[in-house]
């Protein structure tokens, strides 16, 4: 297979010169990760041939993802997709912005022999005198970690007089970093504060800052001074402008909620112009939470959410009991495909005008996280309701729904489930408030407790011996017992438990029925022993309930209405009983207790 290395396009490349490649294809010939960590961030150095000459590039953080799954290694042929020349510490290195590696050529040995595109024993000795004046950088890579202060200043200085061959595209706000200055945004200003005034020991200033957005993010740029007063007015909110020429900081996240590794400041020879076609760029940037994630989201936490209007509630009138003001509000209940249902409350305005029609996709921007009944959302006077946004999450979305999503049911974060899994962990306490068992269909559900009281009356019966059956026997009058379902009589019948305990945990107490195999279990003897017993000496038998009492155990019970003379009871019977283990328990408790 013939090599498809751009032969000796580099040089043209990094000179600027007419004719270079836009998007030329190389050689890698080493991937480096660099010892320095910009703001936890990782980068790559990666040197490229053209198989005639060969250059330092560096990947923009956002492909690291390819050095990491090992598809960009040495060797692999890769097409630059969208890169910049830049000058760094006096030499020009190439920033990889977007790439494409060639794949279909796997990963070759060293092609040609390639020459360093630097003139080298002068750039040396230049790098010497440097190490001298600033010894931070060089100790750190080629380009440092510390892009911030005096001495980017003067590197920008210089990479002012470098043209670059791309200087004309346009940037994803996602690709601008400290180690490239030749760069125009195309963004909507979301989001524009006031002119900030202030006074201390240093003097005194202003500022305003605003969010620029595109499809690949947002980032805040801050004006100070005159630059205020040059910029923000032209700066209007909603509208889409061409940015160049700002300073890229490392984020101030404490000022900020935007999600970006930086920040620009607007200086003396930024360029805005307001861009004729409005249309291209997004209106808002949502940061979407899936609603399975909400109880990992913190209380009143502000987020976006997207999701399917499962079910409208009529809008309900209250007085407020502070002020004595009438508000409307209205809930509304969403699901995503993580299978999971939250009730999203609107008020006011929102509450009266919300028109959209059930089974609509709406995209959220600004929803507060509450706790109330587990985890709710409320939606802010400041937020944003789209429906059927245009964007591929509602896509995705509406294709879950239609194919699988309408028949689903529905997790919820409320603590009262009324549909209960199989033997979901229940305290004495929580069956009662659930009011278990209390619905047409049983309920399942396992309980940790300890037995305190075997209730004594009718704690066997004597039932047909044969296998399977089960059914009380009657003893007749020649003292043989007969088994009406079976026909049959016997000299013996077999002796089966239905014993009644009550059990208690920290919450409180509850009365469990027993059937004869779990009654074997927590007594240790079969009913035909206990009945013998209690004929021969009654005082064993008591002292054979005295040590069955008092022991703990994890029940599976069933809990189902039962009419007993006339009255509807629930009946909680014990389907399984295991002995606890501590382990497991110790584990279940962490649980409990790392979630407060
Ligand atoms: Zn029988």
Redesign the pocket.
């Given at each position: 297979m013939t090599e498809p290395i751009s032969i000796g396009s580099l040089k043209p490349i990094l000179n600027a010169q007419p004719g270079a490649l836009q998007t030329p294809i190389f050689q890698v010939l080493q991937v480096r990760k660099l010892t320095s960590v910009s703001n936890g961030v990782e980068r790559y150095r990666i040197v490229l041939s053209d198989s005639i000459h060969y250059v330092q590039s560096m990947l923009a953080s956002q492909k690291n993802e390819l050095v990491v799954s090992g598809k960009l290694q040495k060797g692999a042929i890769v097409q630059l997709i969208q890169f910049s020349v830049n000058m760094m510490k006096e030499r020009k290195i190439i920033i990889i912005i977007n790439l494409n590696i060639l794949e279909q050529y796997g990963i070759l040995p060293k092609i040609g022999a390639p020459a360093s595109l630097e003139p080298s024993s002068s750039t040396a000795d230049k790098e010497e005198s440097r190490k001298q004046e600033i010894p931070v950088i060089n100790q750190t890579s080629f380009y440092g970690n510390k892009p911030l202060g005096p001495t980017f200043h003067e590197e920008k200085e210089k990479m002012n007089h470098i043209s670059s061959v791309s200087s004309t595209t346009i940037y994803p706000i996602e690709s601008l970093s400290p180690y490239q200055n030749k760069w125009t945004i195309k963004a909507r200003v979301t989001n524009k504060t006031e002119i900030k005034h202030w006074h201390n020991q240093k003097g005194e200033g202003k500022l305003f800052s605003c969010i620029f957005m595109d499809e690949s993010g947002e980032i805040r740029a801050t004006a100070f001074n005159d630059q205020v007063d040059m910029l923000y007015d032209a700066l209007q909110e909603g509208q889409v402008y061409f940015v160049s020429k700002c300073r890229v900081n490392i984020a101030k996240k404490q000022f900020s909620n935007v999600q970006n590794e930086y920040e620009l400041t607007f200086e003396r020879d930024t360029e805005v112009e307001r861009c004729p076609d409005q249309s291209a760029v997004p209106h808002v940037k949502f940061n979407f939470v899936s609603l399975k994630d909400l109880d990992s989201v913190g209380k009143d936490s502000i987020i976006d959410v997207i999701g399917i209007l499962n079910d409208i509630h009529e809008i309900v009138e209250i007085t407020s009991k502070t002020t004595q003001k009438l508000y409307s509000k209205r809930d509304i209940f969403l699901v995503d495909n993580s299978n999971y249902s939250v009730r999203l409350t609107l008020w006011g305005k929102h509450a009266q005008d919300f028109n959209i029609p059930q089974e609509t996709i709406v995209a959220f921007k600004g929803l507060k996280v509450t706790d109330f009944n587990g985890r709710s959302l409320s939606m802010l006077s400041g937020a944003m309701i789209i429906a059927n946004p245009q964007i591929e999450e509602a896509y995705l979305l509406k294709k879950w729904y239609d194919k699988q999503g309408k028949e689903e049911t529905f997790m919820t974060h409320q603590p009262t489930i009324t549909t209960i899994r199989k033997e979901e962990r229940k305290t004495i306490a929580q069956i009662k408030d659930e009011q278990l068992g209390m619905t047409e269909q049983p309920d399942y559900f396992s309980v940790k407790a300890t037995i305190v009281f075997f209730k004594q009356e009718n704690i066997f019966y004597p039932?047909?011996?044969?296998e399977g059956?089960?059914?009380k026997?009657i003893e007749d009058n020649e003292g043989r017992w007969r088994?009406?379902?079976?026909?049959?009589s016997f000299l013996k019948p077999q002796y089966r438990y239905i014993v009644t305990i009550s059990v208690n945990d920290h919450t409180g107490q509850i009365w469990l029925n027993c059937f004869d195999d779990i009654g074997r279990q927590i007594i240790g003897k079969s009913a035909d022993d206990i009945a013998q017993m209690k004929e021969e000496n009654e005082q064993a038998a008591l002292n054979i309930f005295h040590e069955a009492n008092c022991k703990s155990y994890v029940f599976r019970v069933r809990a189902k209405q039962d009419s007993y003379n006339g009255a509807i009871r629930v009946r909680y019977q014990v389907m399984g009983v295991s002995p606890i283990n501590w382990a497991h328990e110790c584990k279940l408790l962490a649980d409990i207790i790392n979630s407060y």
């Amino acid at each position: 297979m013939t090599e498809p290395i751009s032969i000796g396009s580099l040089k043209p490349i990094l000179n600027a010169q007419p004719g270079a490649l836009q998007t030329p294809i190389f050689q890698v010939l080493q991937v480096r990760k660099l010892t320095s960590v910009s703001n936890g961030v990782e980068r790559y150095r990666i040197v490229l041939s053209d198989s005639i000459h060969y250059v330092q590039s560096m990947l923009a953080s956002q492909k690291n993802e390819l050095v990491v799954s090992g598809k960009l290694q040495k060797g692999a042929i890769v097409q630059l997709i969208q890169f910049s020349v830049n000058m760094m510490k006096e030499r020009k290195i190439i920033i990889i912005i977007n790439l494409n590696i060639l794949e279909q050529y796997g990963i070759l040995p060293k092609i040609g022999a390639p020459a360093s595109l630097e003139p080298s024993s002068s750039t040396a000795d230049k790098e010497e005198s440097r190490k001298q004046e600033i010894p931070v950088i060089n100790q750190t890579s080629f380009y440092g970690n510390k892009p911030l202060g005096p001495t980017f200043h003067e590197e920008k200085e210089k990479m002012n007089h470098i043209s670059s061959v791309s200087s004309t595209t346009i940037y994803p706000i996602e690709s601008l970093s400290p180690y490239q200055n030749k760069w125009t945004i195309k963004a909507r200003v979301t989001n524009k504060t006031e002119i900030k005034h202030w006074h201390n020991q240093k003097g005194e200033g202003k500022l305003f800052s605003c969010i620029f957005m595109d499809e690949s993010g947002e980032i805040r740029a801050t004006a100070f001074n005159d630059q205020v007063d040059m910029l923000y007015d032209a700066l209007q909110e909603g509208q889409v402008y061409f940015v160049s020429k700002c300073r890229v900081n490392i984020a101030k996240k404490q000022f900020s909620n935007v999600q970006n590794e930086y920040e620009l400041t607007f200086e003396r020879d930024t360029e805005v112009e307001r861009c004729p076609d409005q249309s291209a760029v997004p209106h808002v940037k949502f940061n979407f939470v899936s609603l399975k994630d909400l109880d990992s989201v913190g209380k009143d936490s502000i987020i976006d959410v997207i999701g399917i209007l499962n079910d409208i509630h009529e809008i309900v009138e209250i007085t407020s009991k502070t002020t004595q003001k009438l508000y409307s509000k209205r809930d509304i209940f969403l699901v995503d495909n993580s299978n999971y249902s939250v009730r999203l409350t609107l008020w006011g305005k929102h509450a009266q005008d919300f028109n959209i029609p059930q089974e609509t996709i709406v995209a959220f921007k600004g929803l507060k996280v509450t706790d109330f009944n587990g985890r709710s959302l409320s939606m802010l006077s400041g937020a944003m309701i789209i429906a059927n946004p245009q964007i591929e999450e509602a896509y995705l979305l509406k294709k879950w729904y239609d194919k699988q999503g309408k028949e689903e049911t529905f997790m919820t974060h409320q603590p009262t489930i009324t549909t209960i899994r199989k033997e979901e962990r229940k305290t004495i306490a929580q069956i009662k408030d659930e009011q278990l068992g209390m619905t047409e269909q049983p309920d399942y559900f396992s309980v940790k407790a300890t037995i305190v009281f075997f209730k004594q009356e009718n704690i066997f019966y004597p039932a047909c011996p044969i296998e399977g059956c089960n059914k009380k026997a009657i003893e007749d009058n020649e003292g043989r017992w007969r088994c009406e379902r079976c026909d049959k009589s016997f000299l013996k019948p077999q002796y089966r438990y239905i014993v009644t305990i009550s059990v208690n945990d920290h919450t409180g107490q509850i009365w469990l029925n027993c059937f004869d195999d779990i009654g074997r279990q927590i007594i240790g003897k079969s009913a035909d022993d206990i009945a013998q017993m209690k004929e021969e000496n009654e005082q064993a038998a008591l002292n054979i309930f005295h040590e069955a009492n008092c022991k703990s155990y994890v029940f599976r019970v069933r809990a189902k209405q039962d009419s007993y003379n006339g009255a509807i009871r629930v009946r909680y019977q014990v389907m399984g009983v295991s002995p606890i283990n501590w382990a497991h328990e110790c584990k279940l408790l962490a649980d409990i207790i790392n979630s407060y």
